[in-house]
Nanobody
Framework: QVQLVESGGGLVQAGGSLRLSCAAS????????MGWFRQAPGQEREFVAL???????YYADSAKGRFTISRDNAKNTVYLQMNSLKPEDTAIYYC?????????????????WGQGTQVTVSS
């Protein structure tokens, strides 16, 4: 069982930055692929970024060049640095963990989810 707790969300102006953190419980953090998804009101949850357990990272097109995912296995924590934020980035951001066996941008690949943290970008 893995428990995930996100932090770092908030209100920021367009062009600003935020860093989200996700602390995971358990002693097997390094064996999990760690991702971030987001969900805006009235929309489906969508993939943002993945830090694969082997070290590679993957991003949604909307995040490439602006967002950076990283993980610290010693601290059982994954981060999402978000720069050049836009109003369309406004959403609840969810941390997730899984052992990916297929398409990494699909929610069903992930077994564990945090409660989410709100990110609001004003214009």
């Amino acid at each position: 069982q893995v428990q995930l707790v996100e932090s770092g969300g908030g209100l920021v102006q367009a062009g600003g930055s935020l860093r989200l953190s996700c602390a995971a419980s358990g002693r097997t953090f390094s064996t999990y692929d760690m991702g971030w998804f987001r969900q805006a009101p009235g929309q489906e949850r969508e993939f943002v970024a993945l830090a694969w357990r082997g070290g590679r990272t993957y991003y949604a097109d909307s995040a490439k060049g602006r967002f950076t995912i990283s993980r610290d296995n010693a601290k059982n924590t994954v981060y999402l640095q978000m720069n050049s934020l836009k109003p369309e980035d406004t959403a609840i951001y969810y941390c997730t963990a899984g052992q990916i066996g297929g398409a990494y941008d699909q929610t069903h690949q992930y077994a564990y989810w945090g409660q989410g943290t709100q990110v609001t970008v004003s214009s």
